[in-house]
């Protein structure tokens, strides 16, 4: 079962325009909350995180927003460009000593000139 | 990417051999994970090792072992290899931070 629910499964946005993925977690045994970004035939990298003590995080273009209480988080692409077209991952990664990541299944986003 | 690096990047096999695939980090990190990633599904996790001789098995293990006998490699092997078990396996290292460091992924077809 997917602890971590990721949506939309794919978005297209225009040169300019914001594009929003959000994500909700069932668990409350998470963390950190990070987001990932994947260009085809690459492995995924980190582009921004956050922990559930702050209710968002800024960097760049990119925002992460985080509502504890209702156990979602959201990334937002201020001014998106043609190279953010990618796959974008939401994550939360156990409290445990482990430390194992939940991810959710991923959004395409494709950037239109 | 981090210092990992992931072989063989493309493998094609057959319906019930044993396969291995390898991954190898210059990092030192402590952490070491293995991930598919099907469409549909993001990435889930396989086998996770914390150190050397130290693994445990992650949410769709049925089919993987591992072994990891120095800290800069981690082997998934799988058994008898199925069609279902073609996909596209990463491995990541994290050091005792958050951050997961992905490597370029093994893209594994099962004819």
């Known amino acids: 079962q997917q602890q971590v629910k990721q949506s939309p499964q794919s978005l297209i946005v225009q040169k300019g325009g914001i594009s929003i993925i959000n994500c909700a977690y069932e668990?409350?045994?998470?963390?950190?909350f990070p987001w990932y970004q994947q260009f085809p035939g690459k492995g995924p990298a980190l582009l921004i995180a956050i922990r559930p003590d702050v209710s968002e995080k800024k960097e760049g273009r990119f925002t992460i927003s985080f509502n504890k209480s209702a156990k979602q988080f959201s990334l937002h692409i201020m001014d998106s460009q043609p190279g953010d077209s990618a796959t974008y991952f939401c994550a939360a990664k156990t409290t445990d000593s482990w430390g194992k990541f939940q991810f959710g299944a991923g959004t395409q986003v494709v950037v239109t000139p | 990417d981090a210092g990992i690096t992931q072989s063989p990047r493309h493998k094609v096999t057959e319906t019930g051999t044993p396969v291995t695939l390898r991954c190898h980090q210059t990092e030192n990190h402590r952490y070491m994970y293995w991930y598919r990633q099907d469409p549909g599904h993001g990435l889930r996790l396989i086998h996770y090792?914390?150190?050397?001789?130290?693994?445990d098995k992650g949410e769709v293990s049925d089919g993987y072992s591992v072994s990891r006998s120095k800290t800069e490699d981690f082997l998934l092997t799988l058994e008898s290899a199925t069609s279902s078990q073609t996909s596209v396996y990463f491995c990541?290292?994290?050091?005792?931070?958050?951050?997961?460091?992905f490597g370029p992924g093994t893209r594994l077809l099962v004819l």
């Open positions: 668990n409350t045994a998470f963390d950190y």
């Open positions: 090792s914390y150190g050397v001789k130290d693994t």
């Open positions: 990541a290292i994290r050091d005792l931070g958050e951050t997961q460091y």
